[in-house]
């Protein structure tokens, strides 16, 4: 590990009138795809410039879950997980062969590992293998677990001030994923909680993109915040990057890292079928993609996202703009189910969050609107009891919380069809009892039964609904960020309409077209498709800049 620190006289994030002329690499946007090429570029020694729009750094990475998907990794077989390269890219043609080449596909498994061995062995970023299975068990390749990995609990202590310079979790509390992930849904401990607040400690996304920035600063990376990028104009060899409107730098290489574009309702309504509620940074308006665009950059799957089932409760705000919780936990934990308005279950509340949200999109071909949205998830008093539901405290009703003592009353108060839910749920509770759910099959599988209560038997996913009273909770499908843009290579060069790199111009991260085509292998797919591009754009930016130094003399 690189244990080399340059600190900043006047603080960890550098000003914009103390910023250079030129840089070899600007990198627009600080999250996890663009702080991974920042700190591989400058490892080949690039001079490098990370400017982030918000007055936090991380984007998204920062205020999300930290898990990375990658297949093959050094870490998970020095766990004991066995994987290869062969069992990877088997499991990838069945997720996604129908959308991504022989190529792509190989790329991604070589890839992301490379990326994650790179970041284990030269910088602060601490990842651990997570006992998380792939999203499909059933599929030839999968993997019990090891390939999705979380970040170690993280704080800066000789960079002061970094640790506050990060984008704040939305509403994930302060535990790594593991710990999240042994708690069987129920609430945390407050103390620890509380002694990790005020020791300035990050966990997962947090503990992601603060280590690396830390990393970047190790590496002599120049960060600022509050510097949106306003024009990107090739000029000869160069382009020019005008910030905040005020000043301008110029470099061979941009990479465009900026995020995707769920928050811009106008980008929003001309890409995306149906409503979405999006949970991730605002600063997320599509601005990179379209400087892009308007340097002649092609695209591809914009109407793909990151998707996810969510409760948006009135008071659930972030950074200022309604937002809301990923609801796949809730809807997995026994004593539950999400119906739609016709009083009927629509999925498997245990499927995977991407999976999930793709039937709320679901059109009703007789009426040709959306068929599953709006949906409840509906609950008893035994699971609301135990579980927090959207951070509430079991057992005490929020008032954007729907109760009542009957379930036909409880449809009528939420405009459901109140004889529908009572035979959904008189169908459902016969299953229930014997552990079984015969129309969807919720729990069946090993990664069903990994976000259930490992305490509830026969099936850690079912139970009836039977002791009153009755509350539902709005479900919207959601999104973690938007994974349809710029075109990109192997190389992460953007692409012109006839397939062309654009001179010296990369995207990685959410402004680029996924990985994976608008599937979802595996937890941490968007991190892991973000590391990936991060990583090969820093390593050909500081190939290129490699090739071009000249010779030492005597040679």
């Known amino acids: ?36 090429a920042a700190v591989r570029a400058a490892a080949g020694g690039a001079s490098v410039l990370a400017l982030e729009k918000a007055s936090k750094l991380g984007g ?71 006992g998380r299975p792939d999203y499909h068990m059933e599929w030839d390749g999968a993997a019990p677990g090891g390939r999705s990995l979380d970040n170690l609990p993280f704080a800066a202590e000789d960079y002061p001030g970094l640790m506050n310079a990060l984008r704040p979790p939305t509403y994930f509390p302060l535990l790594s994923m593991i710990e999240r992930d042994e708690l069987n849904g129920r609430a945390p401990d407050p103390e620890l909680l509380a002694e990790r607040g005020a020791s300035g400690i990050r966990t997962m996304g947090g503990a992601l ?26 000029a000869g060899e160069h382009w020019n990057v005008q ?50 665009l308007a340097a002649g950059a092609a695209v591809k799957d914009m109407t793909a996202v990151w998707g996810v089932p969510v409760i948006a409760a009135p008071d659930a705000v972030y950074d200022g703009k309604p937002s809301g919780r990923m609801a796949n936990v809730e809807m997995t934990l026994p004593g539950s189910i999400t119906v739609n308005a016709a009083g009927r279950r629509f999925v498997n509340e245990a499927l995977n969050y991407h999976d999930a949200c793709r039937v709320f999109g679901n059109i009703d071909p007789l009426t040709s609107a959306v068929q599953n949205s709006p949906a409840w998830l509906i609950f008893d008093a035994a699971y609301f009891s135990k579980y ?39 169908k459902f509770n016969t299953d229930a009892v014997r552990g079984i759910d015969a129309e969807f099959g919720r729990g069946a599988t090993e990664q069903d039964r990994h976000l259930g209560d490992a305490s509830n038997t026969p099936n850690p996913c079912l139970a009836p609904l039977s002791q009153g009273p009755f509350y539902a909770v709005r479900i919207h499908a959601g999104v973690l960020g938007t994974s349809g843009g710029l075109s990109t290579n192997g190389q992460s060069q953007v692409l012109d309409r006839h397939g062309e790199p654009l001179a010296g111009l990369y995207a990685a991260g959410n402004v680029s077209a996924g990985v994976f085509r608008n599937n979802y292998p595996g937890g ?32």
């Not at 993109?209 to 090739?234: E, N, P, W, Y």
């Open 1 to 36: 590990m690189n244990t080399t620190v340059r600190k900043e006289s006047s603080g960890p994030l550098s000003a914009l009138e103390d910023l250079d002329a030129a840089y070899d690499l600007v990198v627009i946007g600080s999250g996890a795809a663009g702080l991974t």
């Open 524 to 555: 941490g797919a968007t991190l892991g498709s973000a590391v990936a591009r991060g990583y090969a754009a820093g390593s050909h930016v500081a190939s290129v800049l490699q090739q071009r130094q000249p010779a030492p003399a005597g040679r």
């Open 60 to 130: 998204t990475s920062s205020a999300g879950g930290g898990v990375i998907w990658a297949p093959n990794n050094h870490l998970a077989a020095g766990a004991g997980y066995e994987d290869s390269q062969a069992a990877a890219a088997d499991y990838l043609r069945a997720a996604a062969g129908h959308a991504m080449g022989e190529e792509d596909i190989n790329w991604y498994v070589s890839t992301c590992a490379q990326a994650v061995k790179f970041l284990d062995e030269n910088t602060r970023v601490r990842l651990v293998p997570l």
């Open 388 to 426: 927090p539901v959207a951070g509430s405290t079991p057992g005490v009703q929020p008032d954007w919380m729907a109760g009542a003592p009957t379930l036909p009353q409880l449809a009528e108060a939420v405009g459901v069809d109140g004889a529908a839910l009572e035979e959904t749920v008189k």
């Open 209 to 234: 993109v603060g280590s690396l920035a830390a990393s970047a600063l190790d590496a002599g990376v120049k960060l600022a915040a509050d510097a949106a990028v306003t024009d990107l104009r090739r």
């Open 243 to 292: 910030i905040a409107g005020r000043h301008r730098v110029e470099a061979p290489n941009v990479l465009i890292a900026s995020g995707g574009f769920e928050w811009n309702p106008r980008l929003r309504e001309a890409f995306l079928s149906y409503e979405v509620t999006p949970i991730g940074a605002p600063s997320n308006q599509g601005d990179g993609l379209e400087l892009g």
